[in-house]
Structure formats: structure tokens, C-alpha cells
């Protein structure tokens, strides 16, 4: 694998796997950072839950643009020595109520407060990737590279079955396939290039090798990656 194709692997697992980010919106002509609850749309772009309230919300109906920074959860080591991945563009209103389904299987206490009257979904139309993996590693990436490409429509419509189909692998081998911890891990969301995993506050991937747009291929690339 040459330093672009570990470039596009590190920055896709953190728009798939990242739950929180840093959003930077424009307050007056200064910029305001604030926290985010984030989930991965189909493409790949962030997703957030917004109240109408709130100051940054009122920023970006004044001027949409905006950036956000990803960066991996924890661990040891300096985190400046760890993957990150800031994207900038413009946020727009998410209207497809699948949206709100997949954003709470990843963030499962938004159910509390995702169909208040002053909450909405909204996602990052990407323009610009920055990527840092570290120290002496940064790399040019696009937007063309880390978008998860084709149509969804078919993999959307077959959702709850294909995540049924993840589930019934049991914990012992999810846990294998994540190379993560024993737990108990729930399949929460799906693309064309993978599963992701949720269980304890922790998130896990399992990539494909190529991507598989319809049902039927997503089901080869699980079965092939689970024998």
C-alpha cells in the first residue's frame, strides 16, 4: 500500500467511525468552534443533529460555511502523532427522513431529542480536504477520495435486512472481524465499503476490499470477509 492509499484509508475510517467533531462556523466574520455529535452519511459526509437554538446553528443559517476536524478517540501517545482529518464546506439541510434513523443508530441518546420541533438534520457538503496522519504525514487528499461513489438507493431499501444478516454472525466473530475487545457489538449502519459496529461508546469498522453497491454484493463481501 503506497502513502495515498494509507492516506485515503486513515481519513475514511475517521468519517465512518468518528462520532464527535470540532465545528468551526463563521459568528459575525470570526470563527466559533463548538462540539458536534457526527455520524457518516452514505457518501461518507458528516452528518449533524442541530437545534435552531443553538449559536451555531443561527451562524450557519446566516452563512453556511464551515470546517470540522476529526481526530481519532484517545489512546496513548501524542495525539498530535495520531490521524486527523479536517474537511470544509458548506452546511446544508438533510430532508430524506433515513437520515434521522441512521444518525440515531450511531448516536443512540438522540433519540431523546431528535424529533423536538427545533432539531434538524443537517450534513457537510464537502469542498475541501486537509489530512494529517501524524507527524511528516501530510498528505493531498479530495473529496473524490474519500467519497464513498454510486448510488445508494438499493442499499438503503435493504438496510434492516443486511444488518440483520451482520448481527447474526454473533459477537464472537464481529469482535473478530473488528480486531476489537469481546463485547457485545451491534451492527449500526452500512455503505457500499463496509459495516460499522457500536458497543460500549465504541465504534469499530469492518472494510470491504472493493465496494459493493447492491444487496446481493454486500452480502458476498460479509460472507467472504466472515469465513
Not at 465545528?23 to 466559533?32: E, F, H, I, Q, V
Not at 496522519?133 to 454510486?150: E, K, S, V, Y
Not at 438496510?159 to 464481529?174: K, S, V
Request: aromatic share 4%.
Amino acid at each position: 500500500m503506497d502513502e495515498k492509499q494509507a492516506a485515503r484509508r486513515d481519513a475514511k475510517r475517521l468519517l465512518r467511525l468518528a462520532r464527535t467533531g470540532a465545528l468551526a462556523t463563521l459568528d459575525g466574520g470570526a470563527p466559533l468552534t463548538t462540539l458536534a455529535g457526527v455520524a457518516s452519511d452514505w457518501d461518507g459526509a458528516p452528518m449533524f443533529l442541530m437545534s435552531d437554538l443553538s449559536h451555531h446553528t443561527r451562524n450557519l443559517n446566516a452563512d453556511p460555511r464551515a470546517s470540522l476536524l476529526l481526530t481519532t478517540d484517545g489512546g496513548r501517545g501524542d495525539p498530535l502523532n495520531q490521524p486527523r482529518v479536517t474537511l470544509v464546506g458548506r452546511v446544508v439541510r438533510r430532508r430524506d427522513r433515513d437520515g434521522h434513523q441512521r444518525y440515531i443508530e450511531r448516536n443512540p441518546k438522540a433519540k431523546l431529542y431528535i424529533n423536538f420541533g427545533d432539531m434538524s438534520l443537517r450534513r457537510l457538503e464537502v469542498e475541501v480536504v486537509h489530512f494529517n496522519g501524524g507527524f511528516g504525514r501530510a498528505d493531498a487528499l479530495t473529496w473524490a477520495d474519500l467519497a464513498t461513489p454510486g448510488d445508494a438507493s438499493a442499499l438503503r431499501e435493504a438496510q434492516p435486512a443486511l444488518l440483520e444478516a451482520a448481527m447474526a454472525l454473533g459477537d464472537e466473530r464481529l469482535a473478530l472481524l473488528a480486531g476489537a475487545s469481546k463485547r457485545p457489538w451491534r451492527a449500526v449502519g452500512l455503505d457500499a465499503e463496509g459495516l460499522d459496529l457500536g458497543g460500549g461508546g465504541e465504534a469499530a469498522r469492518i472494510g470491504f476490499a472493493a465496494p459493493a453497491p447492491d444487496p446481493a454484493a454486500w452480502r458476498a463481501a460479509l460472507e467472504g470477509l466472515s469465513q
